[in-house]
């Protein structure tokens, strides 16, 4: 699978964005999917996953409430729609598939996609 984030960029706090993450191959859809994000000078995160059906999703506790994973299986997307943002999310975020449900663990990662968000 390989994956392609985007959807990045510069945002006031408060303001919203939505990041995608195109995957390749005709396997999409038997992967949970995930999102992470890495702050300058700090360890990548959990951020929230989305299991292969989507019937299950999953959150950090940081973004519980302000963002919203989903996924369309037959577009081979999965999406981050980030709202409320505040300038401590100003990472760049990856995405992820793989499995493990709340415990979820990345075998294939995209490139990462930019957020900056001002304060």
């Known amino acids: 699978v390989q994956l392609q984030a985007s959807g990045g960029g510069l945002v006031q706090a408060g303001g919203s964005l939505r990041l995608s993450c195109a995957a390749s191959?005709?396997?999409?859809?038997?992967?949970?999917m995930g999102w992470f994000r890495q702050a300058p000078g700090k360890e990548r995160e959990f951020v929230a996953a989305?299991?292969?059906?989507?019937?299950?999703?999953y959150y950090a506790d940081s973004v519980k409430g302000r963002f919203t994973i989903s996924r369309d299986n037959a577009k081979n997307t999965v999406y981050l729609q980030m709202n409320s943002l505040k300038p401590e999310d100003t990472a760049v975020y990856y995405c992820?598939?793989?499995?493990?449900?709340?415990?979820?663990?990345?075998?294939?990662w995209g490139q990462g996609t930019k957020v900056t968000v001002s304060s």
């Open positions: 992820a598939a793989g499995g493990g449900g709340s415990y979820f663990v990345g075998d294939y």
């Open positions: 191959g005709r396997t999409f859809s038997s992967y949970d």
């Open positions: 989305i299991s292969w059906s989507g019937g299950s999703t």
